[in-house]
């Protein structure tokens, strides 16, 4: 026994069970009695520093920076339009690491995790379905189910289980798909709120990850000839997701025809390059392919403030004088060479509803449009002879 009482104290070199534990609690007031460097909020160059920066490999994504890491961008367009669709082909682009969206090139290959709120596995399923050549695509592509909250990013858990999967994949593309889904209201408090909590989220991401809000269109009024620039002015909501981002994408619909699957694509903002110029696109085979005769004039005037290409000579001989009927898409792909009109123009040519010729044509039962015979022989057609269409 020693001095110390009954406590046995090794002799030198002999194993002290007890010394791992005594040197990791003193690591750990060592640690913790460290003076905590926190990480500076905010952080000025001087012009030298600013000149001589090089920015990060693969900063430019797609376009002229129309999307580029670690800054938000803005896709919108109105319901139904294919901005779900159109998100998917830029994801898949990524993953290959080339072609191009919309017009705009695709610069370097990037991981993307859309987030969407909207379709369920049985319409995703049928989305890859429509899509050639997917596979390989597995390591960069990352799709949710729609969460049975939605886009809940006031949700704590839901925030926990976002940061989780954002650090362990590391997106360089974040799509969030709808933007609504993630506001309780339109107002500007519930914008901020959203986007503060977007941001918290991103911050768990090893790599700086691009967010791309898909957002809707604001209802359209019947004063609305917006285009270009002006286009960022129809985003539903509060004028703060504009403001912060570095870029705004706009998707129309070509025509309210529910058979015409073209849209206008439209770059109304982009603070870090060119606009670009707009492009018509239609939705074939699950992506967009470019329409290179779309006649933009129609569109900027509805379809109806235009001098008409389109006369009753052209739908006569187009008919034959009433003898032939014609499927839609058929109709509309020879008026336009018969007439030299683009498709929108044939479109509303062929419209037997609301149309200007509407009091010529009919549609029988199988859905094919004809002549009716008071049309077909040059004559007036009588209200009761127009009827009811099938």
């Known amino acids: ?47 030298s520093q600013l000149l001589a920066y090089e920015p990060p490999p693969n900063q430019r994504m797609v376009g002229d920076y129309h999307i580029q890491r670690g800054m938000p961008a803005v896709l919108a367009g109105p319901q139904g339009c294919g901005k779900s669709r159109a998100a998917l082909w830029l994801a898949i682009l990524g993953a290959r690491g080339a072609g191009n969206w919309f017009g705009l090139e695709v610069h370097c290959q ?26 390989d695509l597995d390591d960069w592509l990352r799709i949710s189910d729609r969460p049975p909250l939605g886009l809940a990013l006031q949700n704590p858990n839901f925030r926990c289980e976002m940061k989780a999967e954002i650090k362990d994949f ?19 408090k519930d914008f901020q709120e959203a986007l503060s909590r977007l941001r918290e989220i991103l911050a768990e991401s090893p790599e700086e990850t691009a967010p791309l809000i898909v957002h809707h269109l604001r209802k359209p009024k019947s004063e609305d000839r917006h285009k270009g620039r002006n286009l960022a002015n129809l985003l539903s ?48 085979n699950g992506i ?5 005769d779309f006649d933009f004039d129609a569109f900027d005037n509805g379809g109806t403030r235009r001098e008409p290409k389109v006369n009753e000579t052209h739908l006569q001989t187009l008919f034959r004088n ?57 004559g007036s057609v009588d209200d009761d002879e127009l009827g009811e269409e099938t």
């Open 1 to 47: 026994m020693n001095d110390l009482g009954d406590e046995y104290i090794p002799r030198p070199g002999e194993f002290d069970p007890l010394e791992r534990e005594m040197s990791a609690a003193a690591a750990s007031v060592e640690q913790h009695s460290k003076p905590k460097v926190r990480e500076k909020l905010v952080q000025f160059y001087t012009p």
């Open 110 to 135: 990037f991981r993307t995790m859309w987030l969407q709120g909207e379709n369920g596995r049985t319409r995703l399923h049928r989305d890859f379905q429509q899509l050639a050549d997917i596979t």
């Open 170 to 188: 590391a997106p360089h593309l974040l799509i969030m798909d709808p933007w609504n889904s993630c506001v309780r209201d339109a107002m500007e």
């Open 237 to 284: 909501g509060s004028y703060v997701l504009i403001s912060v981002a570095r870029s705004v994408m706009v998707m129309q619909p070509a025509s309210d025809d529910t058979e015409d699957n073209r849209v206008v694509f439209t770059c109304a903002k982009n603070n870090d390059g060119d606009l670009g110029p707009r492009s018509a696109w239609e939705r074939k």
């Open 288 to 292: 967009f392919v470019p329409v290179p």
């Open 322 to 378: 009433g003898q032939r009927r014609m499927a839609q898409a058929a109709a509309v792909e020879e008026l336009k060479k018969l007439a030299g009109v683009g498709r929108s123009a044939a479109y509303e040519a062929l419209k037997v509803i609301d149309g200007r010729f509407s009091p010529l044509l009919f549609k029988d039962s199988d859905g094919l449009i004809g002549l009716r015979q008071n049309a077909a022989t040059g």
